[in-house]
């Protein structure tokens, strides 16, 4: 068993839709991260938190430490959110979750 | 540049020979991380330097795999003897904390080498 989960594994939305991805995770940890890897591989960190809630512009992370649970909502999404999004897990190690394909049709 | 940079951004071997693989971090950053993402696969962690302490090596797959960092700045990955199961694309991060810490230990990633192993 992966100590970080993630689902869907694969997301088709169209655009403007609210887009929700969930990590739920087994370990304990000082931070959870929000990683986005676009087409071309490039990886950008968009969240990094351990409490609450914290958001970017369409983009909205939350956790939940006591369920070990984080969410990542895209609001309107747009098709170059097309990517595939990450949830780590940082407590003594790292952990990864395998990711989330997000393809937002025009 | 603002970024942290890789070199090569890719990089063919032939079977058996040695590799070596750059980073560059964010000018400042104590914290760096190299991860390799296999094909199909996900994020998997190599090693983690802070400043100067000891490396932190229990991600390195095998004794093939080295790293070092020199004066707490630039970093190479080395991989000897390389063998096909090692085509990867090879990413550093760096973070301006130490690693784990409650502070603002966001990872800044570099654009990757795509190392292929014929």
């Known amino acids: 068993k992966n100590e970080v989960e993630q689902s869907p594994q694969n997301l088709t939305a169209q655009e403007g839709e609210f887009i929700t991805i969930n990590c739920s995770y087994s370990v304990g940890i000082s931070a959870l991260h929000w990683l986005q890897q676009h087409p071309g591989g490039g990886i950008v960190s968009l969240f990094m938190l351990s409490s609450g809630k914290k958001k970017h512009g369409r983009l909205i992370a939350t956790i939940n430490i006591q369920e070990k649970h984080s969410s990542l909502h895209i609001t309107a999404s747009h098709p170059r959110d097309s990517a595939v999004y990450i949830c780590?897990?940082?407590?003594?190690?790292?952990?990864f979750g395998t990711g989330t394909s997000l393809t937002v049709i025009p | 540049g603002a970024g942290v940079s890789q070199s090569p951004s890719n990089k063919v071997t032939e079977k058996g020979k040695d590799v070596e693989l750059r980073c560059d971090p964010i000018?400042?950053?104590?914290?760096l991380y190299w991860y390799r993402q296999s094909l199909g696969q996900g994020l998997e962690f190599l090693i983690y330097f802070q400043g100067n302490s000891a490396p932190d090596k229990s991600g390195l797959p095998s004794d093939r795999f080295s790293a070092e960092r020199t004066g707490g700045s630039v970093s190479t990955l080395t991989i000897q003897r390389t063998q096909q199961e090692d085509s990867a694309v090879y990413l550093c991060?760096?973070?301006?904390?130490?690693?784990?810490?409650?502070?603002?230990?966001?990872?800044?990633f570099g654009p990757g080498t795509r190392l292929t192993v014929l």
């Open positions: 000018s400042g950053h104590t914290a």
């Open positions: 780590a897990a940082t407590g003594n190690q790292f952990y």
């Open positions: 991060a760096s973070s301006p904390v130490p690693f784990p810490g409650q502070g603002k230990n966001e990872q800044f």
